[in-house]
C-alpha cells in the first residue's frame, strides 16, 4: 500500500490506495486525486463555513499540548517582566536571519515596549536592541505560549504558531511574508484575535502600534480566549481523531465510499462540457429546422400570391 505525505497551503494529504504509480510519470494533481482521505490542519475555530467532501477531516492543532516549565534562565526572564508580561516572537524556523536594515528596525520597536521580549533570532546583532529583548537561536514556543505571562505573539502566520497560539488563547501581530501565511493572518484578522503589518513596508511605529492595540485593546485578548475555548470543546482530540481516521483508511483497504467520483472524470466531462455540446447542438438543430421551415413557408407563401395575382 503506497502512503505519502503531502503539504500545500496547510492541508495534509494521507494517500493510501493499493494502486502504485511509481515507476512512471505522474503529476502532483493525479497523486492527490487518489488520496483516500484527507486531514486538513485547520478546525473551526479557524476557518469559515463552506461545504466539504466526506473525505476531509479537520485535525487542527494536533500538534499542540499543555505548556512544560521553561528552561532556569528563561524562567527567571519572563518572571523578571512583573505585571508588563512578556512578548513571544518567532518567524518560523525557514527565516534564519533578517537584512540589517529591517532587525533594527523591529528592535528599535521592541524596546519601546514595557514588556520583556523573547525574540528567535540567529542574525547579527541589532545595534538597536533594547534591555527588554532577548535573542534565542531556539526557543519552547509552545511553552512560552502557554506561559500565563504572555501578552502577545509576534508570528510570521503559519499553521502550527497560529494553532499553538490559538490552543492558548494569546493575541497575535501577524507579519506574514509567503506562501500560506498571509491567508492564515487574514482568517486569525477576521476573527478578532490578530493585527497585521506589511513586512516589506513597515516602521518601527507600525510595529509598535500593533503590538500595543493587541497587549492593551481587551477585544483581542477575549476573542483569543473564544477561538480557545471551540478549540478545546471538540469530543475527540485532533490527534487521536487523526490517527482513528488513518486507521479507518488501512482497515478498510481504502475508504472509497467516501471519495468523491469526481477524480475519475475527464476535465471535459468535470466541466461538463460535453453535456454543453450536446445542449449547443440540440439548439443549433432546432434553430436549423425552424429556419428552414420559416424558410419554406414564406416561399410556398410567395408562390400562392404570384399566383393569385396572375389570376
Not at 229 to 236: A, E, F, L, S
Amino acid at each position: 500500500m503506497l502512503m505519502a505525505r503531502l503539504q500545500k497551503g496547510g492541508f495534509d494529504v494521507l494517500v493510501a490506495d493499493p494502486v502504485t504509480i511509481c515507476g512512471r510519470p505522474t503529476t502532483l494533481c493525479e497523486i492527490m486525486g487518489k488520496a483516500e482521505i484527507w486531514l486538513i490542519r485547520t478546525y473551526w475555530d479557524f476557518e469559515f463555513p463552506r461545504p466539504y467532501l466526506p473525505n476531509f477531516e479537520f485535525v487542527g492543532g494536533l500538534h499542540c499540548k499543555p505548556a512544560q516549565p521553561l528552561p532556569k534562565e528563561m524562567e527567571e526572564f519572563v518572571q523578571s517582566s512583573g505585571d508588563n508580561g512578556v512578548v513571544v516572537f518567532s518567524l518560523g524556523s525557514m527565516v534564519k536571519n533578517l537584512t540589517e536594515e529591517k532587525a533594527n528596525l523591529i528592535a528599535l520597536a521592541l524596546a519601546q515596549i514595557p514588556q520583556k521580549v523573547i525574540w528567535r533570532y540567529k542574525g547579527k546583532k541589532p545595534v538597536t536592541l533594547g534591555n527588554n529583548t532577548r535573542l534565542y537561536d531556539w526557543i519552547p514556543q509552545n511553552d512560552l505560549l502557554g506561559h500565563p505571562k504572555t501578552k502577545a505573539f509576534i508570528t510570521h502566520g503559519g499553521t502550527n504558531g497560529i494553532y499553538e497560539a490559538i490552543y492558548h488563547g494569546v493575541p497575535m501581530v501577524g507579519v506574514p511574508m509567503f506562501a500560506d501565511q498571509p491567508d492564515n493572518i487574514v482568517h486569525m484578522k477576521a476573527k478578532g484575535a490578530a493585527v497585521d503589518v506589511n513586512m516589506n513596508t513597515m516602521t518601527s511605529a507600525d510595529l509598535l502600534s500593533a503590538l500595543r492595540t493587541v497587549i492593551y485593546e481587551p477585544s483581542y485578548k477575549e476573542n483569543a480566549i473564544r477561538l480557545s475555548r471551540i478549540h478545546h470543546d471538540q469530543p475527540v482530540k485532533p490527534l487521536d481523531r487523526a490517527v482513528f481516521w488513518i486507521e479507518f483508511v488501512m482497515r478498510h483497504k481504502g475508504a472509497k465510499h467516501l471519495r468523491v467520483a469526481a477524480h475519475d472524470l475527464t476535465w471535459f466531462q468535470y466541466h461538463s462540457l460535453d453535456v454543453i455540446g450536446f445542449l449547443l447542438a440540440c439548439v443549433a438543430t432546432m434553430i436549423f429546422v425552424i429556419t428552414k421551415c420559416c424558410l419554406f413557408s414564406c416561399q410556398k407563401f410567395g408562390k400562392t400570391r404570384k399566383k393569385r395575382k396572375r389570376e
